[in-house]
């Protein structure tokens, strides 16, 4: 190829041409290469011409429409390449070349001409954010601060260049700027602030690279206030998001995203499935999402609410990165060839430039726009962020398509029970900090002491950076792997330690202003929930040694408990061993008090008083508890002698057998299956016996061992006054690798419909997810319901998060991370027809990963459950109230009374009129301004819901976005806030108040 700008005549010299020469026009081929001239934008044109004779002075001359334009070639003997330039016609039309020589026309081609595009190519200067992966932790953040140095640096030398050519960065998960931040002097954070506001540096609005299906709905929100406190306390701007790396996505993230002003969403999502092979099928149907024109592409993608942000899909991390300006010439045509031959329909596109795994920063990528642009019009090149990019996009999307539904995960959803302790611990976290949250909230307002503000940010920063994607080394073994895992773990335990602390404090605090004239022990049970409860109190480490009646201090009646004792180390309890243990040393450890709170209000709490007595109090119970059943007035269950698993539960009230005696497992039994031959195993003989009777609740507990798990005990309760049953599973499990453990729920229902509440959504399967995409298993949060539509099942899990409906069906790893490759790997999805039997099976540990996850796990862990039945469908069961129930379990403190305080014996802190909607969020506003709730609708209806809010004294009312910023007032009253909520929606409001409960000071 002759030339990159058009040529001027004078450049040629005079050469004549044989007599016996032959000139040959072979072919021609529009580039997308323009150049500006005098005359205006001209198109490059490559002509292919064969000459026979010797060299030899030509002319092109070209009819494109009606403008005509010629070129002067020097035309070498043999077959070569020319580039010629013509005028930029923006119209389809025909087009003539014309070759002559020596006054003589010796070819011409006639042909039909397209416009080519005027390409702008976005280049996005990025590094994918692993924390941990390519070293540990702590050296990785330290890597990022050397970054940060080299981008002021490279964004302060191109300073005066051409805007296209100035430096750029994107940031791709904003914990790597938080810590730059937090360890930075004030100067440098003035350097970086300058830039950030001028759009050279982009902060996205999310933390990291998350497991959105793992997150709970908060914490889904919280994801971007990182990156919005940094807005806020700088004014940078906050403008899109992206996930890399992770093959499946949260249906709650539109709705998150849209819900704070975010538009744009890259979704990096990888092509694992097609590394190695092309016999298997992906994480989704690309073919059913995408256009005909395949990747890269866009399309809006719509939440529950409605709701919807613009997302462009490329396939992995998106990137190409040449290393020169001559790198860029060789391979960016045909880059943008494919791209139009294939019918790409915009005329913008976007690259990552650098882009792998914890990868510095490079300026040559300004240095190559930068003599790029000084050569070509058009393609042009811009060295961007995101939403650089995204707005130029935008403008050519008005035809994109619109898909909504979960995109269910494949691979990080599994590599979390690589670590099934720690992801349990987590997962129970998401709950109780949210609790914590609000009755620290409740605390400072009422007694003015400080607010824990650092403290909860702390436990949801390491909340969330637990349940981002990087689990571990790339090579997960040998002591960076420990010390690695030991960080990322060290994640879940603090966010638990600090939830612990803050929620301690705030509950004691609370307690300490009741008024309790009645001398003696009291307990205050507290509801973190917006909904009025009867539930389960369990009070630890409780030892009273006379005798006492248990007496609610609102109706005055007597409430039926028991003392449960610790008999076993190895009782499917928290911590049962190490109470066991400490119950050598304090005895109140091996005790507990347990009854039923009655009533207890939404979001309140209630008390209770211990009268002492002279003789001690019998109560009569409906429970009945023989060698292997238990029977209450709801339910008779009945255990195989043999294994201990449940083989029937009747439902009296119901009148029906809830096990499906056909299974080819019992409800609650272990099953084991081994990845590299995929057979099943369950445990054998199993030793059965009773465990707590009392008039509270009854147990029968269950000891034996099972494939890779020396001990297994399992503890099956049936409560006097409460219909429900829950399981407790504690394994101790050995070092086998290429296991697999899940738990077997096989309910006997005909022609099942399943849901389950997914983060911020409720999702039914095959309906509410992408074309293509996994139904072999799901996340769940705090519920799934299955049902008829005559009568369903309603399963909560409080540390396992995966299920699969219907039967066991394959786990589907990636190549990317599985260890050994399983015999069914590659089967299709399940379809429809083949959800028949109502079963749920709990996926709830798995040992076999080549990288990231670890291999092996061992220790002891504990896996719970519990199942309500009811009529009707999941609405007419009340499947939220009883999966968020599970979740949140009623939390007691034990105080003395004898004193005054301000507070009554029972309250309602917070509650609103609608059952549909959900109190998520109870907090200090960010930036100090009043206090922040924050709602979900759970049933798909739009409302008007008014919140009552007794202990506050309001004088002002405003919605806000999701991450707190004003958008309009709301009416109110002294103690009252109404706000309209969409259906699926998430409404935030912000209340001003002028003084707290009973004239207290503060708030």
């Given at each position: 190829?002759?030339?990159?700008?058009?040529?001027?005549?004078?450049?040629?010299r005079e050469?004549?041409?044989?007599?016996?020469?032959?000139?040959?026009?072979?072919?021609?081929?529009?580039?997308?290469?323009?150049?500006?001239?005098?005359?205006?934008?001209?198109?490059?044109?490559?002509?292919?011409?064969?000459?026979?004779?010797?060299?030899?002075?030509?002319?092109?001359?070209?009819?494109?429409?009606?403008?005509?334009?010629?070129?002067?070639?020097?035309?070498?003997?043999?077959?070569?390449?020319?580039?010629?330039?013509?005028?930029?016609?923006?119209?389809?039309?025909?087009?003539?070349?014309?070759?002559?020589?020596?006054?003589?026309?010796?070819?011409?081609?006639k042909?039909?001409?397209?416009?080519?595009?005027?390409?702008?190519?976005?280049?996005?200067?990025?590094?994918?954010?692993?924390?941990?992966?390519?070293?540990?932790?702590?050296?990785?953040?330290?890597?990022?601060?050397?970054?940060?140095?080299?981008?002021?640096?490279?964004?302060?030398?191109?300073?005066?260049?051409?805007?296209?050519?100035?430096?750029?960065?994107?940031?791709?998960g904003?914990?790597?700027?938080?810590?730059?931040?937090?360890?930075?002097?004030?100067?440098?954070?003035?350097?970086?602030?300058?830039y950030?506001?001028?759009?050279?540096?982009?902060?996205?609005?999310?933390?990291?690279n998350?497991?959105?299906?793992?997150?709970?709905?908060?914490?889904?929100?919280?994801?971007?206030?990182?990156?919005?406190?940094?807005?806020?306390?700088?004014?940078?701007?906050?403008?899109?998001?992206?996930?890399?790396?992770?093959?499946?996505?949260?249906?709650?993230?539109?709705?998150?995203?849209?819900?704070?002003?975010?538009?744009?969403?890259?979704?990096?999502?990888?092509?694992?499935?097609?590394?190695?092979?092309?016999?298997?099928?992906?994480?989704?149907?690309?073919?059913?999402?995408?256009?005909?024109?395949g990747r890269?592409?866009?399309?809006?993608?719509q939440?529950?609410?409605?709701?919807?942000?613009?997302?462009?899909?490329?396939?992995?991390y998106?990137?190409?990165?040449?290393?020169?300006?001559?790198?860029?010439?060789?391979?960016?045509?045909?880059?943008?060839?494919?791209?139009?031959?294939?019918?790409?329909?915009?005329?913008?596109?976007?690259?990552?430039?650098?882009?792998?795994?914890?990868?510095?920063?490079?300026?040559?990528?300004?240095?190559?726009?930068?003599?790029?642009?000084?050569?070509?019009?058009?393609?042009?090149?811009?060295?961007?962020?995101?939403?650089?990019?995204?707005?130029?996009?935008?403008?050519?999307?008005?035809?994109?398509?619109?898909?909504?539904?979960?995109?269910?995960?494949?691979?990080?959803?599994?590599?979390?029970?690589?670590?099934?302790?720690?992801?349990?611990?987590?997962?129970?976290?998401?709950?109780?900090?949210?609790?914590?949250?609000?009755?620290?909230?409740?605390?400072?307002?009422?007694?003015?002491?400080?607010?824990?503000?650092?403290?909860?940010?702390?436990?949801?920063?390491?909340?969330?950076?637990?349940?981002?994607?990087?689990?571990?080394?790339?090579?997960?073994?040998?002591?960076?792997q420990?010390?690695?895992?030991?960080?990322?773990?060290?994640?879940?335990?603090?966010?638990?330690?600090?939830?612990?602390?803050?929620?301690?404090?705030?509950?004691?605090?609370i307690?300490?202003?009741?008024?309790?004239?009645?001398?003696?022990?009291?307990?205050?049970?507290?509801?973190?929930?917006?909904?009025?409860?009867?539930?389960?109190?369990?009070?630890?480490?409780?030892?009273?040694?006379?005798?006492?009646?248990?007496?609610?201090?609102?109706?005055?009646?007597?409430?039926?408990?028991?003392?449960?004792?610790?008999?076993?180390?190895?009782?499917?309890?928290?911590?049962?061993?190490?109470?066991?243990?400490?119950?050598?040393?304090?005895?109140?450890?091996?005790f507990?008090?347990?009854?039923?709170?009655?009533?207890?209000?939404?979001?309140?709490?209630?008390?209770?008083?211990?009268?002492?007595?002279?003789?001690?109090?019998s109560?009569?119970?409906?429970?009945?508890?023989?060698?292997?059943?238990?029977?209450?007035?709801?339910?008779?269950?009945?255990?195989?002698?043999?294994?201990?698993?449940?083989?029937?539960?009747?439902?009296?009230?119901?009148?029906?057998?809830?096990?499906?005696?056909?299974?080819?497992?019992?409800?609650?039994?272990?099953?084991?299956?081994?990845?590299?031959?995929?057979?099943?195993?369950?445990?054998?003989?199993?030793e059965?016996?009773k465990?707590?009777?009392?008039?509270?609740?009854?147990?029968?507990?269950?000891?034996?061992?099972?494939?890779?798990?020396?001990?297994?005990?399992?503890?099956?309760?049936?409560?006097?006054?409460?219909?429900?049953?829950?399981?407790?599973?504690?394994?101790?499990?050995?070092?086998?690798?290429?296991?697999?453990?899940?738990?077997?729920?096989?309910?006997?229902?005909?022609?099942?419909?399943?849901?389950?509440?997914?983060?911020?959504?409720?999702?039914?399967?095959?309906?509410?997810?992408?074309?293509?995409?996994?139904?072999?298993?799901?996340?769940?949060?705090?519920?799934?319901?299955?049902?008829?539509?005559?009568i369903?099942?309603?399963?909560?899990?409080?540390?396992?998060?995966?299920?699969?409906?219907?039967?066991?069906?394959?786990?589907?790893?990636?190549?990317?991370?599985?260890?050994?490759?399983?015999?069914?790997?590659?089967?299709?999805?399940?379809?429809?027809?083949?959800?028949?039997?109502?079963?749920?099976?709990?996926?709830?540990?798995?040992?076999?990963?080549?990288?990231?996850?670890?291999?092996?796990?061992?220790?002891?862990?504990?896996?719970?459950?519990?199942?309500?039945?009811?009529r009707?469908?999941?609405?007419?069961?009340?499947?939220?109230?009883?999966?968020?129930?599970?979740?949140?379990?009623?939390?007691?403190?034990?105080?003395?009374?004898?004193?005054?305080?301000?507070?009554?014996?029972?309250?309602?802190?917070?509650?609103?009129?609608?059952?549909?909607?959900?109190?998520?969020?109870?907090?200090?506003?960010?930036?100090?301004?009043?206090?922040?709730?924050?709602l979900?609708?759970?049933?798909?209806?739009?409302?008007?819901?008014?919140?009552?809010?007794?202990?506050?004294?309001?004088?002002?009312?405003?919605?806000?976005?999701?991450?707190?910023?004003?958008?309009?007032?709301?009416?109110f009253?002294?103690?009252?806030?109404?706000?309209?909520?969409?259906?699926?929606?998430?409404?935030?409001?912000?209340?001003?108040?002028?003084?707290?409960?009973?004239?207290?000071?503060?708030?």
């Amino acid at each position: 190829m002759r030339g990159r700008k058009a040529p001027h005549p004078s450049s040629f010299r005079e050469i004549e041409m044989p007599a016996n020469g032959i000139l040959k026009i072979k072919g021609i081929k529009p580039t997308p290469f323009f150049v500006e001239s005098g005359e205006g934008l001209l198109q490059g044109v490559e002509i292919s011409v064969e000459n026979s004779g010797g060299p030899v002075h030509a002319t092109v001359v070209a009819y494109v429409g009606s403008l005509r334009s010629h070129s002067e070639i020097t035309v070498e003997p043999g077959e070569e390449r020319y580039r010629i330039y013509v005028p930029d016609v923006r119209e389809s039309t025909g087009a003539e070349f014309i070759l002559k020589a020596d006054k003589k026309v010796y070819d011409r081609r006639k042909m039909s001409w397209t416009p080519k595009k005027h390409w702008k190519v976005y280049m996005i200067p990025i590094a994918h954010h692993d924390f941990g992966y390519t070293d540990t932790i702590e050296n990785v953040l330290r890597r990022y601060e050397e970054f940060y140095e080299d981008i002021l640096r490279f964004c302060e030398e191109t300073e005066d260049w051409p805007f296209e050519s100035k430096f750029r960065y994107m940031i791709e998960g904003a914990w790597s700027i938080q810590h730059f931040i937090e360890n930075r002097s004030e100067e440098v954070v003035r350097k970086l602030v300058r830039y950030l506001k001028e759009g050279r540096i982009e902060i996205p609005a999310l933390f990291g690279n998350e497991i959105t299906a793992l997150c709970g709905g908060e914490e889904l929100i919280r994801l971007m206030y990182p990156s919005f406190r940094l807005k806020r306390r700088y004014g940078v701007p906050i403008r899109s998001a992206s996930i890399t790396d992770i093959p499946g996505l949260s249906w709650g993230l539109p709705t998150v995203l849209a819900g704070a002003g975010v538009k744009y969403f890259f979704a990096g999502l990888p092509t694992y499935f097609e590394w190695g092979r092309s016999d298997i099928h992906t994480f989704w149907d690309e073919e059913a999402v995408l256009r005909p024109h395949g990747r890269p592409d866009a399309f809006r993608w719509q939440g529950p609410d409605g709701e919807s942000v613009l997302v462009y899909y490329q396939g992995g991390y998106g990137c190409w990165s040449p290393s020169s300006y001559e790198e860029a010439l060789n391979q960016l045509p045909k880059l943008l060839s494919d791209m139009e031959e294939m019918g790409y329909p915009f005329s913008v596109v976007r690259f990552g430039f650098g882009c792998g795994d914890n990868i510095p920063p490079d300026i040559r990528i300004s240095y190559i726009v930068r003599e790029w642009n000084d050569r070509w019009a058009y393609p042009k090149l811009i060295v961007a962020t995101n939403s650089i990019f995204f707005e130029e996009l935008e403008r050519e999307c008005e035809d994109v398509r619109t898909f909504k539904g979960e995109l269910p995960h494949t691979d990080y959803v599994v590599g979390a029970i690589s670590t099934a302790k720690e992801t349990g611990i987590n997962r129970i976290t998401h709950d109780r900090l949210q609790a914590a949250e609000k009755f620290a909230t409740i605390a400072s307002s009422l007694d003015g002491r400080p607010y824990p503000a650092e403290d909860i940010r702390k436990a949801y920063d390491n909340l969330m950076l637990y349940d981002e994607h990087t689990w571990g080394m790339a090579y997960p073994m040998g002591p960076l792997q420990d010390w690695n895992w030991s960080d990322k773990s060290r994640c879940a335990y603090k966010a638990a330690g600090l939830t612990h602390s803050i929620l301690s404090e705030g509950i004691e605090r609370i307690a300490g202003l009741i008024e309790l004239k009645e001398e003696g022990s009291h307990i205050i049970v507290f509801n973190p929930l917006s909904f009025g409860r009867t539930d389960v109190v369990r009070v630890p480490r409780f030892t009273v040694e006379e005798p006492f009646e248990l007496i609610d201090e609102e109706t005055g009646e007597d409430v039926p408990y028991q003392i449960v004792k610790l008999d076993n180390p190895q009782a499917p309890v928290p911590y049962s061993a190490y109470r066991y243990a400490m119950g050598r040393v304090s005895r109140p450890e091996l005790f507990e008090l347990v009854f039923v709170a009655k009533d207890v209000p939404p979001l309140g709490y209630k008390t209770y008083r211990l009268v002492p007595k002279d003789e001690a109090i019998s109560f009569t119970t409906g429970l009945s508890i023989g060698e292997n059943s238990l029977e209450n007035r709801f339910f008779k269950i009945i255990l195989d002698p043999q294994t201990g698993a449940v083989a029937s539960i009747y439902d009296k009230e119901l009148g029906r057998e809830m096990v499906d005696e056909e299974a080819p497992h019992r409800l609650n039994q272990l099953v084991a299956r081994w990845v590299e031959s995929g057979e099943m195993e369950t445990p054998g003989r199993a030793e059965i016996r009773k465990g707590q009777t009392g008039p509270v609740y009854g147990s029968l507990v269950v000891s034996g061992r099972g494939p890779g798990c020396p001990q297994l005990s399992q503890e099956i309760i049936l409560y006097d006054g409460i219909k429900r049953i829950d399981f407790a599973n504690r394994l101790l499990k050995d070092s086998t690798p290429f296991l697999e453990i899940y738990f077997a729920f096989p309910f006997k229902i005909d022609r099942p419909s399943f849901r389950f509440e997914g983060t911020n959504s409720i999702i039914r399967p095959f309906v509410d997810q992408f074309p293509g995409s996994n139904t072999n298993y799901y996340t769940m949060q705090h519920w799934v319901d299955v049902s008829n539509g005559e009568i369903g099942v309603t399963f909560s899990s409080v540390e396992a998060h995966l299920v699969e409906f219907g039967g066991l069906w394959p786990c589907y790893v990636s190549q990317a991370h599985h260890g050994v490759t399983p015999p069914d790997f590659g089967r299709e999805f399940i379809r429809p027809d083949e959800l028949k039997r109502g079963y749920i099976y709990s996926f709830c540990l798995d040992s076999n990963f080549r990288t990231n996850f670890q291999p092996v796990q061992q220790g002891d862990m504990l896996f719970r459950y519990s199942i309500t039945t009811h009529r009707g469908g999941w609405r007419e069961g009340e499947a939220r109230n009883f999966g968020w129930a599970i979740g949140n379990p009623l939390i007691p403190v034990r105080v003395d009374g004898g004193r005054e305080g301000v507070l009554p014996l029972a309250m309602s802190f917070c509650q609103v009129d609608r059952t549909n909607v959900l109190i998520l969020t109870l907090k200090r506003a960010e930036d100090g301004d009043g206090i922040i709730l924050r709602l979900i609708e759970t049933e798909g209806k739009d409302v008007t819901v008014t919140l009552t809010i007794p202990f506050l004294t309001i004088s002002g009312a405003y919605r806000t976005n999701l991450v707190e910023e004003d958008e309009g007032k709301l009416p109110f009253t002294e103690h009252t806030v109404t706000a309209p909520v969409k259906a699926f929606g998430i409404t935030t409001i912000r209340i001003r108040t002028v003084r707290t409960y009973k004239g207290l000071e503060g708030g």
